[in-house]
């Protein structure tokens, strides 16, 4: 399968790739469109599709919901009829009309949010939180190994990539003050985490089994779940994380059709516990996704978080948020938790990465960073194996940090 | 101020309350309209402005969410065209063609909910469950008295009076357990709170100061925040609860507009401990509210929550809320929290009502009670002060236990 396009071979956007977004562009100014990523370029894929005589309302929308809401088999025909749009040379006149110069395009956020989650599904996030805040206990809490924890956020402050980043003020206090002082976080952090975006929504009752992932989950996109440190470790007893993460969470702004990552699933990791059967994946498909993530402070690679390291994989997410009945919407977003593999240097926070401030990271230009600083810009890129030796790319996310 | 429809003077849906809802009734099946209760009547808004010539947009809604991003000037004229059209006998003949009988109305969702946030704000009711839960150590956590706790719910189960809920499955561990089981919830509860919905939103990175209040919030409605609390106690640390409640939250079908509660503003109770300066209402126009609040199973009133023994005003939360930074969105739903008073008849939740299942409440067949049972059915209702020794009524929220 190789397009018509002249692409490099090891292009991470190739055909096996075909990543959603929605994009305008000075070509009709202001008017969101549905774009579909090849190299360099968007496609627009509503006036393809009108462009071959085919015109399709969910390509000509303003965001991804009404595609996603359509469910697996139009995912199937739909990408299916991209790939032929863009492979086959006799409809190279009409898409190459198409196409627009990504430089020229404006992203926006890809998908209307309806609910989001936040997990927490990391076995080396959460020891090394555990051993930085509670030392001399048990790392891990005695549920951890036992379910996927996890917590809702604020889905309407969910942000697409390039978005700057107001410095939050809140309730800050060190166990060393007698009171809270109230002021710009001191403790600005990032957290590198990967996203599933659903599209069939299910009833109000129902479950997700292991085994309907696939119908559920439209595509994955990668996210930044901006952290103050200060403030949430104030405010997070007993009710969870609140204004600590709802000021910012920032998205990629191409969701990558799950179809696209076959090639990249793995085996998770061996679980030490016995799951429940509603999450025991070890006689099923499991979806362990071999990302590979890079997280860059101004430029500079700072960590190199390995998603294949996940104790709880997207499927048993799914299966744990629904098995009490909660319904699904399209356009649920659920993330995976901060990605923090083994080694030092694969961890997805800065908190993790300075061991709570006591170990700067230091850049190139002799500068270091405990917590970001104004004017700071993080950046998130990843890419998974794709068929036939290809790379599959993730659009970045990132975000610059402004007082 | 009185209207020409034959009501007892002592109606909670009088003139002076004129909560707004979304229905559907047999003259125009499955159609949802604006409708506004006057008595046992609803008016249906869009026809009446019709009849009236003057046709609306935001009346003729299948939701409230128009009406509600219009903003408080519009919300404040569309509710003196309301009262002129039923106070002045001259509109009679065409108005009362617009009213349909309570009776054969169908009540629902009146708004699409964008983020669910649920607070915590009576001390009563957090100091009842950390003598419960922490019993020996002091029941209010540090931070109580110093920010209203608060976390997000799922909105996409946020559902309308008499939806039934299903009894949730989840894993379930108590403390002499050695593994966790799965099954449903033995420890099925409820929490008795005041909703507020917000309507006119605010940009990324602004703030909602406290006198602004009465700007951003539409109305007010009562809320049942259904909890597996097994299934919550086993999952809660470290990120809050997530599945014990994310199953079902009822809402009242009503929304009694702010402008209605002006009479039942009380000055909240003295707080101990002195609040930093964005929650300090002390110099300010204090936002308690006067609610008598009952809790009725099967029929039978078993609790009397008084709103006014809140500790943190709805002002201070959504000033809370948005101190860093974060967005609101019309439909946005926030929620006060588990309402208790200081004695033990005007608990909230049957985990305060029965302390953990140890004293079973006593209904009047004989039978007891220490969490809920299938085919129970739970009923809130509440009224307040109205202008001129009215009282102003709020649509009960019932929900029906189902297996």
Known sequence: MTT????PADSPYGIHNLPYGVFSAP???????IG??????????????????????????????????????????????LTGWLSDEAHRPEISRCLVDLADAELHLPFEVADYVDFYASEHHATNLGRIFRPGSEPLTPNWKHLPIGYHGRAGTVVVSDTPIVRPHGQRKAPADALPSFGPTRRLDIEAEVGFVVGTPTALGTRVALADFREHVFGVCLLNDWSARDIQAWEYVPLGPFLGKSFATSVSPWVVPLDALEAARVTPPARDVEP????????????????????????????????????????????HMTVNGASLRTGDLYASGTVSGPEPETRGALIELTWNGEQPVKLQDGATRTFLEDGDEVTLTATAPGPDGTRIGFGEVTGRIVP
């Open 4 to 7: 018509w396009l002249d692409l």
């Open 276 to 319: 429940l059967p509603y999450l025991d994946d070890r006689d099923g498909e499991p979806w362990g996704l071999d990302l590979a993530i890079e997280v860059s402070l101004n430029g500079q690679v700072i960590s190199r978080p390995p998603f294949a390291s996940m104790y709880w994989t997207a499927a048993q997410q799914l299966a």
């Open 27 to 33: 070509d009709r100014p202001g008017r969101r469109r």
């Open 36 to 81: 579909v990523r090849i190299g360099d370029f968007v496609l627009d894929a509503g006036a393809a599709a009108r462009a071959l005589g085919r015109p399709s309302v969910l390509l000509d929308a303003d965001t991804l919901n009404p595609l996603m809401a359509a469910g697996r088999s139009t995912w199937t025909e739909v990408r299916a009829a």
